[in-house]
């Protein structure tokens, strides 16, 4: 294939992978940012996310479409509760000590899996598309479905911020995540906004699952890589920061692709590993954002 | 401190590995493997809790470590023909030098980012090994022959394959690096570090090169993993891809978490305690990944500092 | 259990740490007591006990779930038949997580603790490569069902047997002259960079040269990836036919970019059914593969030529017509590999049997029993067809199924012979000692 052709697939691709990272990244990067935790169990909820899109999906067994918006409001719902609760159970007791944190979420996220091993099953299962419409380039053909993933992602980005900046849940969460004890001072209910950020970075995880799930299919284990990768981007696109996530998305994801079109699939994944460390080592501040405190 | 706790600190000590060696000759077959094993292991999360407990550093990268060690005898072994001692320093040696450098250039960082940049290293090695398959053997990795694992000292010749051979070669290595481990947090350098770890601006204004005890603590702790590593593929005979993976960055973090960070013997505790829960409840429920996750949750509620970590808070206040 | 192994089994009862440390004590005395043998009154009605490493979690699962059913299934009708020398067989199960050094563990545990008389039944080779040494340290027979290419070059030890599945290299040599003849001179191999995948990029080239034909690129995708689009203008235009095998959960996002990428335009597909086991060939998205040819080892769905051991083999087992389980046709099997279970435990038996089996104190006798058998007979002990057995590198070599996938099913189109995917054995297990 040519280098323009090539270029534009590798774009694609990366676009993709930047607007479903960033969605993820965003729900632990609330997290992390507001209630400086290390939440293990984030890709889990991502995994339960998709697992539930495909309950959802084949319960209904209506037209692909409608079961897909189905899932599109049920998973997140579903997932959010279950964040909820955990945050209730466990991360409240534990006064959000850091430290035993990661340990309650490492169990957390022994839990989730064991749960959708024996209730849903080893197998990878696929979700039907909403709609299957190929974009035939002259080079090449491309999901359209995939097109409109960046499409979607983008207005529940956009959305996202709205809430942040416009509105007053957005500001009781900033001003939680500035200073805690003056906004306990100022009589925020802070536990509450911990339980809500919570939830709502495990929906924004389980959403963002729910779109991929057409393109790539349910298994019990797909968790792991999008918590890895968002952990990446949450540190580079420094904590809390909305713009800087999705930056830190769209590097990811383009020098993904990019790097891919010159070396063979496992050099480019290491190149592509190496060059984002390097931005960290040099710019640990992120790109945006402050120091984490 | 006093004469008197320094005497009670390493009678508890030697009276810990005194114990493990009458255990050579009390535990059951299957018993006396898998306490092999978890010395190893115990090792492996010894060297992170330098870092992490004492240090204040936590990595998400230690696998890195423990793989340089690993395939540092490993193929030092099959490719180069060394022997069990040579090949034991080959491993020592590539950990000292990949821990230097991720040192020299993750300690440019902090905090969150400090934890990701070691992470990202780590990925780096496993993708490293993966694409040198022709030598490392990738995921399925490399098998050291029986005839490969015989420690030849002077004249007389040891089979690292031998039960009671590798169980207290095991125990030797824990011991040595336990009572390095003492000895260190003890020391003026290992004060140092504690200070680094509750107030580095602080510490750093009493004159204090941080960064060079950082970096001293990094490759003091990235030798005892590998340390653990070489140790593992000399004496199991197995060195795969599988230990450079996340999840092996992830374990000696919960081991030591679990044991209680910043003891010395909490490291040991830990991994007993994280092996045989898994062990115990595999064996009840194919859902065994259930149990363990209710043992971790129920262990933070009831001792968010480990297991350790809650006895010296209660009970033994002078313990290490 | 009796004496030592009630003392010592933690995970039998609640055992509180003062029964575990008394239970300790105890054991130091009985240990130390002179000529204590565990064995010595093994009654000849005694089960014999097969130790099962399976892959119940991790990225085996799906695999190992249709593992422990068709060894339930054969055990079931060996001991229905009177079991082996008229004793019952017992399956112990322990879970190896489909971790290489977990398994290690398992295999230790089972000879150590549950006291089995052989380790049987693991799949994954990293698995198998990881827990060969226990294995080969604790002098305990282990029969792997894995199809890695491992066994047979000599890597691992003489305790390590493949008897019940032919290895990937025989495989893949056996098919390529097909491929070159029908699918295509010039082909490019999409395969996992890891131990399975490795075993197809060392052996397909130079089993396609033979036949005239040439690999012209080779993409090795890393592990852990989910998104393939990206790698596909890496694929040379001047490409005939695609040889794709991909493990794992990734694999219908594979071939739903590679249909979204060369809609209905693209070069032929020959892929290994590896990929799609557990998988209805039928979901959404796998519609690109309609007319491509597969491997199978042996065939997922019935075939009009079906022998009456393959139709009884598959009722034991519990599999529709369309190899998904009787009970949920959503259920699909890993009917490619799975037969290897059911096969490898006749070896076990014949094994045993010939060497006249007793215990554990007969191990060395059953290895040699089993290196000196040549051949097994297609029947009801090997429904998936005859095999040829190497003592010397511990490996059986079978018939090669290719089949066609049309109208939503596999037809079996070639049938390779055992000569077509013999190689040069490069190893001689039997000079090891015991």
Same mark, same amino acid.
């Given at each position: 294939?040519?280098?323009?052709?090539?270029?534009?697939?590798?774009?694609?691709?990366?676009?993709?992978?930047?607007?479903?990272?960033?969605?993820?990244?965003?729900?632990?990067?609330?997290?992390?940012?507001?209630?400086?935790?290390?939440?293990?169990?984030?890709?889990?909820?991502?995994?339960?996310?998709?697992?539930?899109?495909?309950?959802?999906?084949?319960?209904?067994?209506?037209?692909?479409?409608?079961?897909?918006?189905?899932?599109?409001?049920?998973?997140?719902?579903?997932?959010?509760?279950?964040?909820?609760?955990?945050?209730?159970?466990?991360?409240?007791?534990?006064?959000?000590?850091?430290?035993?944190?990661?340990?309650?979420?490492?169990?957390?996220?022994?839990?989730?899996?064991?749960?959708?091993?024996?209730?849903?099953?080893?197998?990878?299962?696929?979700?039907?598309?909403?709609?299957?419409?190929?974009?035939?380039?002259?080079?090449? /053909?491309?999901?359209?479905?995939?097109?409109?993933?960046?499409?979607?992602?983008?207005?529940?980005?956009?959305?996202?911020?709205?809430?942040?900046?416009?509105?007053?849940?957005?500001?009781?969460?900033?001003?939680?995540?500035?200073?805690? +004890?003056?906004?306990?001072?100022?009589?925020?209910?802070?536990?509450?906004?911990?339980?809500? %950020?919570?939830?709502?970075?495990?929906?924004?995880?389980?959403?963002?699952?729910?779109?991929? %799930?057409?393109?790539?299919?349910?298994?019990?284990?797909?968790?792991?890589?999008?918590?890895?990768?968002?952990?990446?981007?949450?540190?580079?696109?420094?904590?809390?920061?909305?713009?800087?996530?999705?930056?830190?998305?769209?590097?990811?994801?383009?020098?993904?692709?990019?790097?891919?079109?010159?070396?063979?699939?496992?050099?480019?994944?290491?190149?592509?590993?190496?060059?984002?460390?390097?931005?960290?080592?040099?710019?640990?501040?992120?790109?945006?954002?402050?120091?984490?405190? | 401190?006093?004469?008197?706790?320094?005497?009670?600190?390493?009678?508890?000590?030697?009276?810990?590995?005194?114990?493990?060696?009458?255990?050579?000759?009390?535990?059951?077959?299957?018993?006396?493997?898998?306490?092999?094993?978890?010395?190893?292991? &115990?090792?492996?999360?010894?060297?992170?809790?330098?870092?992490?407990?004492?240090?204040?550093?936590?990595?998400?990268?230690?696998?890195?470590?423990? $793989?340089?060690?690993?395939?540092?005898?490993?193929?030092?072994?099959?490719?180069?023909?060394?022997?069990?001692?040579?090949?034991?320093?080959?491993?020592?040696?590539?950990?000292?030098?990949?821990?230097?450098?991720?040192?020299?250039?993750?300690?440019?960082?902090?905090?969150?980012?400090?934890?990701?940049?070691?992470?990202?290293?780590?990925?780096?090695?496993?993708?490293?090994?993966?694409?040198?398959?022709?030598?490392?053997?990738?995921?399925?990795?490399?098998?050291?022959?029986?005839?490969?694992?015989?420690?030849?000292?002077?004249?007389?010749?040891?089979?690292?394959?031998?039960?009671? %051979?590798?169980?207290?070669?095991?125990?030797?290595?824990?011991?040595?690096?336990?009572?390095?481990?003492?000895?260190?947090?003890?020391?003026?350098?290992?004060?140092?570090?504690?200070?680094?770890?509750?107030?580095?601006?602080?510490?750093?204004?009493?004159?204090?090169?941080?960064? $060079?005890?950082?970096?001293?603590?990094?490759?003091?702790?990235?030798?005892?993993?590998?340390?653990?590593?070489?140790?593992?593929?000399?004496?199991?005979?197995?060195?795969?891809?599988?230990?450079?993976?996340?999840?092996?960055?992830?374990?000696?973090?919960?081991?030591?978490?679990?044991?209680?960070?910043?003891?010395?013997?909490?490291?040991?505790?830990?991994?007993?305690?994280?092996?045989?829960?898994?062990?115990?409840?595999?064996?009840?429920?194919?859902?065994?990944?259930?149990?363990?996750?209710? $043992?971790?949750?129920?262990?933070?509620?009831?001792?968010?500092?480990?297991?350790?970590?809650?006895?010296?808070?209660?009970?033994?206040?002078?313990?290490? | 259990?009796?004496?030592?192994?009630?003392?010592?089994?933690?995970?039998?009862?609640?055992?509180?740490?003062?029964?575990?440390?008394?239970?300790?004590?105890?054991?130091?005395?009985?240990?130390?007591?002179?000529?204590?043998?565990?064995?010595?009154?093994?009654?000849?009605?005694?089960?014999?006990?097969?130790?099962?490493?399976?892959?119940?979690?991790?990225?085996?699962?799906?695999?190992?779930?249709?593992?422990?059913?068709?060894? &339930?299934?054969?055990?079931?009708?060996?001991?229905?038949?009177?079991?082996?020398?008229?004793?019952?067989? +017992?399956?112990?199960?322990?879970?190896?997580?489909?971790?290489?050094?977990?398994?290690?563990?398992?295999?230790?545990?089972?000879?150590?603790?549950? #006291?089995?008389?052989?380790?049987?039944?693991?799949?994954?080779?990293?698995?198998?490569?990881?827990?060969?040494?226990?294995?080969?340290?604790? #002098?305990?027979?282990?029969?792997?069902?894995? +199809?890695?290419?491992?066994?047979?070059?000599?890597?691992?030890?003489?305790?390590?047997?493949?008897?019940?599945?032919?290895?990937?290299?025989?495989?893949?040599?056996?098919?390529?002259?097909?491929?070159? $003849?029908?699918?295509?001179?010039?082909?490019?191999?999409?395969?996992?960079?890891?131990?399975?995948?490795?075993?197809?990029?060392?052996?397909?080239?130079?089993?396609?040269?033979?036949?005239?034909?040439?690999?012209?690129?080779?993409?090795?995708?890393?592990?852990?990836?989910?998104?393939?689009?990206?790698?596909?203008?890496?694929?040379?235009?001047?490409?005939?036919?695609?040889?794709?095998?991909?493990?794992?959960?990734?694999?219908?996002?594979?071939?739903?970019?590679?249909?979204?990428?060369?809609?209905?335009?693209?070069?032929?597909?020959?892929?290994?059914?590896?990929?799609?086991?557990?998988?209805?060939?039928?979901?959404?998205?796998?519609?690109?593969?309609?007319?491509?040819?597969?491997?199978?080892?042996?065939?997922?769905?019935?075939?009009?030529?079906?022998?009456?051991?393959?139709?009884?083999?598959?009722? &034991?087992?519990?599999?529709?017509?369309?190899?998904?389980?009787?009970?949920?046709?959503?259920?699909?099997?890993?009917?490619?590999?799975?037969?290897?279970?059911?096969?490898?435990?006749?070896?076990?038996?014949?094994?045993?049997?010939?060497?006249?089996?007793?215990?554990?104190?007969?191990?060395?006798?059953?290895?040699?029993?089993?290196?000196?058998?040549?051949?097994?007979?297609?029947?009801?002990?090997?429904?998936?067809?005859?095999?040829?057995?190497?003592?010397?590198?511990?490996?059986?070599?079978?018939?090669?199924?290719?089949?066609?996938?049309?109208? /939503? #099913?596999?037809?079996?189109?070639?049938?390779?012979?055992?000569?077509? /995917?013999?190689?040069?054995?490069?190893?001689?297990?039997?000079?090891?000692?015991?």
């Amino acid at each position: 294939m040519a280098f323009g052709p090539h270029l534009l697939l590798a774009t694609l691709e990366g676009l993709v992978t930047a607007a479903v990272l960033a969605l993820t990244a965003l729900g632990l990067s609330l997290v992390f940012g507001v209630m400086r935790i290390v939440n293990v169990a984030h890709g889990e909820f991502f995994m339960l996310g998709a697992v539930l899109a495909w309950a959802v999906a084949t319960t209904l067994g209506a037209h692909p479409a409608i079961g897909f918006v189905a899932a599109l409001v049920v998973a997140p719902l579903v997932v959010g509760a279950i964040a909820l609760l955990s945050e209730r159970l466990v991360l409240r007791r534990l006064n959000y000590d850091p430290e035993a944190t990661i340990v309650a979420t490492i169990g957390l996220l022994y839990i989730i899996q064991q749960l959708a091993l024996s209730l849903y099953g080893p197998e990878a299962r696929p979700v039907t598309p909403p709609f299957n419409y190929r974009v035939l380039l002259p080079w090449f /053909g491309y999901s359209g479905y995939k097109l409109s993933i960046i499409a979607a992602s983008g207005l529940l980005l956009v959305a996202t911020w709205l809430v942040l900046t416009r509105t007053k849940i957005g500001l009781v969460m900033r001003a939680t995540q500035y200073d805690r +004890e003056m906004a306990q001072a100022f009589a925020i209910p802070v536990e509450r906004v911990y339980a809500g %950020v919570f939830a709502l970075g495990a929906m924004l995880a389980a959403f963002a699952a729910v779109l991929i %799930v057409p393109i790539s299919q349910a298994h019990y284990l797909m968790g792991q890589d999008p918590l890895l990768l968002s952990f990446i981007v949450v540190i580079i696109g420094g904590l809390g920061s909305l713009r800087g996530t999705v930056l830190a998305a769209l590097i990811i994801g383009l020098s993904d692709g990019i790097v891919s079109m010159f070396f063979s699939p496992t050099l480019a994944k290491l190149i592509a590993t190496l060059v984002v460390a390097m931005v960290l080592v040099f710019r640990p501040q992120g790109l945006f954002g402050t120091v984490a405190r | 401190m006093t004469e008197a706790s320094t005497a009670r600190i390493y009678g508890l000590h030697i009276a810990v590995v005194a114990v493990l060696f009458a255990l050579n000759f009390l535990l059951p077959d299957y018993h006396h493997g898998l306490f092999a094993r978890i010395l190893v292991l &115990a090792t492996f999360a010894m060297g992170y809790n330098l870092l992490f407990g004492y240090a204040g550093l936590l990595s998400l990268g230690h696998a890195m470590f423990f $793989a340089a060690g690993l395939y540092g005898s490993g193929l030092a072994i099959t490719n180069l023909g060394f022997g069990v001692v040579a090949a034991f320093i080959a491993g020592l040696g590539c950990g000292a030098l990949l821990s230097l450098i991720v040192g020299l250039l993750a300690l440019r960082t902090s905090g969150v980012a400090f934890m990701i940049v070691t992470m990202m290293f780590a990925q780096a090695v496993l993708l490293t090994i993966v694409y040198f398959n022709q030598w490392t053997g990738g995921d399925q990795g490399l098998v050291l022959q029986q005839a490969s694992r015989i420690l030849t000292v002077g004249g007389a010749s040891f089979d690292l394959t031998a039960p009671a %051979v590798r169980y207290l070669a095991a125990l030797a290595l824990f011991a040595i690096v336990l009572f390095l481990t003492l000895a260190i947090v003890r020391s003026r350098f290992g004060r140092v570090l504690v200070a680094i770890r509750e107030n580095e601006e602080r510490t750093r204004m009493l004159g204090y090169d941080t960064f $060079a005890n950082k970096l001293a603590a990094v490759v003091l702790s990235g030798v005892f993993c590998a340390a653990a590593g070489a140790a593992y593929a000399l004496l199991f005979g197995y060195v795969g891809s599988n230990f450079a993976s996340v999840q092996y960055s992830i374990l000696p973090l919960l081991w030591v978490l679990a044991g209680g960070a910043a003891t010395t013997l909490g490291p040991v505790i830990g991994t007993l305690f994280i092996y045989y829960v898994t062990d115990i409840a595999s064996s009840y429920t194919s859902a065994w990944l259930l149990i363990v996750g209710v $043992a971790l949750i129920l262990l933070v509620l009831f001792a968010p500092k480990g297991i350790l970590g809650a006895v010296r808070k209660r009970w033994i206040g002078w313990l290490p | 259990m009796t004496g030592k192994g009630r003392f010592f089994d933690l995970t039998n009862g609640k055992a509180s740490r003062r029964t575990v440390l008394k239970g300790l004590a105890a054991g130091a005395g009985l240990a130390a007591a002179p000529g204590f043998v565990r064995y010595a009154q093994a009654q000849s009605s005694a089960p014999i006990k097969i130790g099962f490493q399976a892959h119940r979690t991790g990225i085996g699962a799906a695999y190992g779930r249709w593992y422990e059913r068709t060894t &339930a299934a054969a055990v079931k009708a060996i001991n229905a038949a009177g079991g082996i020398n008229g004793r019952p067989i +017992e399956i112990v199960v322990e879970d190896d997580g489909t971790d290489a050094a977990r398994g290690a563990e398992v295999v230790a545990k089972l000879a150590n603790q549950h #006291k089995v008389d052989i380790v049987y039944g693991t799949l994954f080779s990293n698995v198998v490569v990881g827990s060969a040494p226990t294995a080969g340290e604790l #002098k305990i027979p282990y029969y792997v069902v894995s +199809e890695g290419y491992h066994v047979a070059s000599g890597k691992l030890n003489r305790y390590v047997f493949q008897p019940g599945i032919t290895d990937v290299r025989a495989q893949v040599t056996s098919v390529a002259p097909w491929i070159a $003849a029908n699918a295509g001179k010039k082909v490019t191999m999409i395969f996992p960079d890891y131990a399975f995948g490795y075993d197809h990029r060392d052996y397909l080239p130079p089993a396609l040269q033979k036949a005239g034909a040439e690999v012209v690129a080779k993409i090795a995708i890393p592990p852990t990836e989910s998104s393939f689009t990206k790698y596909f203008p890496q694929i040379p235009s001047e490409t005939d036919a695609i040889y794709h095998v991909m493990v794992g959960p990734a694999v219908l996002t594979f071939v739903k970019e590679l249909g979204d990428f060369y809609g209905s335009s693209g070069p032929k597909l020959f892929g290994f059914i590896d990929s799609l086991e557990a998988v209805d060939i039928n979901s959404p998205g796998l519609e690109y593969l309609d007319g491509s040819h597969f491997w199978e080892g042996s065939p997922r769905y019935a075939q009009a030529d079906d022998t009456e051991a393959q139709k009884a083999y598959r009722a &034991a087992v519990g599999i529709d017509d369309n190899g998904a389980a009787v009970a949920d046709a959503k259920d699909v099997s890993t009917a490619a590999h799975m037969f290897g279970c059911w096969e490898t435990l006749y070896v076990i038996k014949k094994a045993m049997e010939d060497a006249g089996y007793t215990g554990p104190g007969d191990r060395a006798k059953l290895v040699e029993a089993t290196e000196a058998l040549t051949e097994f007979a297609e029947g009801p002990e090997h429904p998936q067809g005859k095999k040829l057995f190497n003592g010397k590198i511990h490996q059986c070599f079978g018939h090669q199924n290719i089949s066609k996938l049309e109208g /939503g #099913k596999l037809k079996v189109v070639h049938k390779t012979t055992i000569e077509d /995917g013999m190689y040069e054995p490069e190893a001689d297990y039997t000079k090891q000692s015991l």
